[in-house]
């Protein structure tokens, strides 16, 4: 096997990896200072789209972990940037909270009911039957269908809650359309963050809870993967998977080291899967 190059840039998923039913993964703190004193570009991406990134900094901080608002990519952010290539100054029908309405505001999107370009599902906590209808008959009118993210459920301190996926599923059995999925597990999440930092693949790396969401988009944009067993993904589940992470690890506080400073002159690379 090729031996990869040094990691110049990083890519982490937060809920699992940084953060836990609101309270901080113990080394998480540790690993976000470290990037910042690196100087090294980096990303922390959720496939959650009702926050903006401007509020995950906020509730972040108020946890001990200072991720600057440019580091922060949501797949709200990136369904916007994937309908600003596709079609700019588009309208759209949207089911989402502010992180996903705001993203489209932001590159001058209208947001409309009537014979819109798109429609576009996100997360919400207040899905309402009347709002599905609406997108129903809009994309059987025509509109596209587009969604922020594929994930079926979302965690909460009662237990799973439906979320994106599964609403999608049904809009998609009442109108025989599949949507497109912007978020992880989709590659482009990962691509059009990584030119957000100007960072690329070969010497990037993406670390996460899920083998189907994070793990499968960081190995289909070329990264290395770090699998950490701090959130959804046991050992035993690993194989159950036709590919696997480049690297296997207890929690973030295994990969602090990892991050090369700026007076380090030789950081040991990682090497093939542990």
């Known amino acids: 096997m090729a031996e990869r190059k040094p990691i110049t840039s990083w890519l982490t998923d937060m809920d699992g990896v940084l953060i836990h039913e609101g309270t901080p993964i113990p080394g998480a ?27 995950l900094h906020a509730r972040l901080k108020r946890m001990g972990l200072d991720v600057p608002v440019k580091n922060i990519w949501t797949s709200a952010l990136a369904t916007a940037q994937f309908l600003d290539d596709q079609r700019p100054g588009g309208t759209a029908y949207v089911i989402g909270e502010a992180g996903l309405t705001t993203a489209l505001h932001d ?20 899905y309402s039957f009347e709002a599905l209808t609406k997108a129903i008959r809009l994309i059987n009118a025509g509109a596209r269908f587009i969604c922020t993210n594929p994930d079926e459920t979302g965690p909460s301190a009662e237990g799973p809650l439906p979320a994106t996926g599964s609403v999608a599923a049904l809009i998609t059995k009442a109108t025989g359309k599949d949507p497109y999925f912007a978020g992880k597990p989709n590659p482009l999440m990962m691509r059009t963050g990584l030119n957000a930092i100007g960072a690329h693949s070969e010497t990037s790396a993406m670390i996460g809870d899920r083998m189907d969401t994070d793990v499968l988009a960081g190995l289909e944009a070329g990264m290395q993967t770090f699998l950490v067993l701090t959130g959804l993904t046991t ?38 899967r542990d």
């Open 235 to 272: 050992v035993a589940d690993i194989d159950r998977y036709p590919f696997g992470p480049s690297h296997v690890v207890e929690s973030i506080a295994d990969l602090v080291s990892l991050v090369e400073l700026p007076d380090q002159a030789d950081q040991p690379t990682a090497g093939d």
């Open 107 to 126: 590159i001058g999107y209208v947001l409309t009911d009537h014979d819109p370009d798109y429609v576009v599902l996100g997360e919400t906590r207040t």
């Open 29 to 55: 703190d540790a690993f976000i200072k470290r990037l910042r004193d690196s100087g090294l570009p980096f990303l922390v991406l959720t496939n959650n789209s009702i926050y903006t990134a401007r509020d």
